[in-house]
């Protein structure tokens, strides 16, 4: 078996982010099954957004079978940013058998990181026909969290698309709770809007996010 390189694993915990981001960048070039430890390990305490993003590409440049079992185990870290950056992984890989771990306490999860990746990775991977019942999950959240949580709410009930999250806003939409009563209405222009990614679009949902908080 050919040996690890220990200079780029020495090199990954360097106290420069651009040294870490470089040696992420070298491992993912030429993947090595025997650093998918060292490199799930980092994700977990590494400081900078940029380097982490590096982290996960290395990761989804080896085989779906190695590292998924791994990012697997990651989902039942005390370390918030371990299980957030292993679901964020998981929805990049694509790799349909994770599904079943996208459970519901990290879809509700108390951190707003976690949750947020958990989101996203649930509407990448969530089988066929099961998508009301994620759309029901994500809605009983609506309200929760600053503008930027909940965009990110919005964007993944967009996602699943309306014919299946349309009955969920609706119903929403007629609670009495004002918050979620303003992120429902925002997530449905979202919907409806055909430039739903856009900046004006993004624009407008804080706006009326921000009218519900008032």
């Known amino acids: 078996m050919k ?4 200079h780029l694993i020495a090199a990954l915990a360097a106290g420069d982010a651009s040294t870490r981001l470089k040696a992420a960048l070298a491992i993912g070039s030429n993947p090595e099954p025997g650093l998918v430890d060292t490199l799930i390990a980092r994700c977990a305490i590494e400081p900078d957004f940029y380097v ?3 982290l996960t590409w290395a990761l989804t440049r080896l085989p779906s079978e190695i590292t998924v079992p791994r990012l697997l185990a990651e989902l039942r870290s005390e ?6 950056q292993a679901l964020h992984t998981l929805s990049k890989i694509k790799d349909s058998s994770a599904w079943p771990a996208i459970t519901r306490s ?8 976690v949750a947020r990746s958990a989101w996203r990775a649930a509407v990448v991977l969530v089988p066929d026909g099961q998508e009301k019942d994620l759309a029901e999950e994500l809605a009983a959240q609506l309200g929760r969290g600053d503008r930027e949580v909940q965009l990110s709410l ?8 309306e014919e299946v999250v349309g009955p969920a806003l609706r119903k ?10 303003a ?6 222009r979202l919907l409806r809007n055909p430039d739903a990614g856009s900046e004006n679009a993004v624009n407008e949902a804080k706006r009326i996010f921000a009218l519900g908080k008032e």
């Open 3 to 6: 040996p690890l390189n220990t």
């Open 52 to 54: 982490r993003d590096m």
């Open 79 to 84: 370390r918030a940013q371990a299980r957030s």
């Open 106 to 113: 990290l879809l509700c999860d108390p951190d707003d990181e």
């Open 154 to 161: 919005s964007r993944a009930l967009v996602a699943l698309g």
């Open 172 to 181: 929403a939409m007629a609670c009495g709770d004002p918050g979620v009563h």
């Open 183 to 188: 992120h429902a209405s925002a997530t449905e």
